[in-house]
């Protein structure tokens, strides 16, 4: 069982950075994967970026590279997501997930652990 918990969000204006704490807790082995996903009202969730938990595969969806990068601190147990150069567009609902498969899917449904969200707003 992985216990997961955001946090770090907040009003931004735009143009502006944010990063984003995903603190994990339970038994996480190095093949697991945690990804940030978020949800803007009235749309679907959205895959933004994967670690696996050893750290070796990432992947960062095309539509946030450039301007959000993932990372993990193993001593702190902690996945982060640094947002930058933020747009109104990029206001929503930022969950991060576990997923304890050896194959890595984008795919919100795939993933076994869900934190609670934190809201990131990016006013203009």
């Known amino acids: 069982q992985v216990q997961l918990v955001e946090s770090g969000g907040g009003l931004v204006q735009a143009g502006g950075s944010l990063r984003l704490s995903c603190a994990a807790s339970?038994?996480?082995?190095?093949?697991?994967?945690v990804a940030w996903f978020r949800q803007g009202s009235g749309k679907e969730r959205e895959f933004l970026a994967y670690?696996?938990?050893?750290?070796?595969?990432?992947e960062t969806a095309d539509s946030v590279k450039g301007r959000f990068t993932i990372s993990r601190d193993v001593a702190e147990n902690t996945v982060y997501l640094q947002v930058s150069n933020l747009k109104p567009e990029d206001t929503a609902v930022y969950y991060c997930?576990?997923?304890?498969?050896?194959?890595?899917?984008?795919?919100?449904?795939?993933?076994?652990?869900w934190g609670q969200g934190t809201q990131v707003s990016v006013s203009s």
């Open positions: 670690i696996s938990w050893n750290g070796v595969n990432t």
């Open positions: 339970g038994r996480i082995y190095d093949w697991y994967t």
């Open positions: 997930a576990a997923d304890s498969g050896w194959s890595v899917s984008t795919a919100p449904g795939s993933f076994q652990w």
